[in-house]
């Protein structure tokens, strides 16, 4: 490359938190058993990289069977709410993009693929709305129900649609 030729600018978006939605469900027969969202308390968008950072104490604590897979504990306690951590690389794959990542909980990662799509909104903002599913872990739950064991072993829907800013 010549000396006088320059690099083209990656553009940064940042997240903004008041147009962001994280929505895990598990799903029996498509329709929704457990739905819950989570806030998301920072993160941003490139064309290489999407990093959201969601707050588990945003968590309903009436969704038990969500909340340990999601945040690696049984019970919270207010003063040490992990946060939840999304990092993937973006791929674009013609009008869709593939984002394949790591889901980091309370010092555990597990792998999360999400698909979706990017419309850009002018210069300064975009929409990106994916989905995808989280394995149902390998461990099978211990200390619950026959019927909490069931919804417990399923793998988890994951909705994200966020608006990104310059």
Do not use: Y
């Amino acid at each position: 490359m010549p000396d006088t030729e320059v690099l083209p600018a990656v553009t940064t978006f940042t997240l903004r938190r008041d147009r962001c939605v994280a929505e895990p469900s598990i799903r029996l027969l498509g329709l929704p058993l457990l739905r819950a969202r989570l806030t998301a308390t920072g993160g941003h968008f490139d064309d290489l990289d999407l990093t959201v950072v969601l707050d588990a104490a945003s968590l309903r604590p009436g969704v038990k069977p969500l909340r340990r897979p999601l945040t690696g504990r049984r019970g919270l306690r207010a003063a040490d709410h992990p946060a939840i951590t999304f990092t993937g690389d973006v791929e674009p794959d013609g009008g869709t993009i593939d984002v394949a990542g790591r889901l980091e909980v309370a010092g555990t990662s597990r792998d999360l693929r999400l698909r979706g799509d990017l419309r850009h909104v002018g210069d300064d903002r975009v929409l990106l709305w994916l989905k995808g599913f989280l394995p149902a872990p390998r461990r099978k739950p211990r200390g619950l129900g026959p019927l909490a064991r069931l919804v417990a072993t399923r793998r988890i829907h994951v909705e994200f649609a966020a608006e990104f800013v310059r």
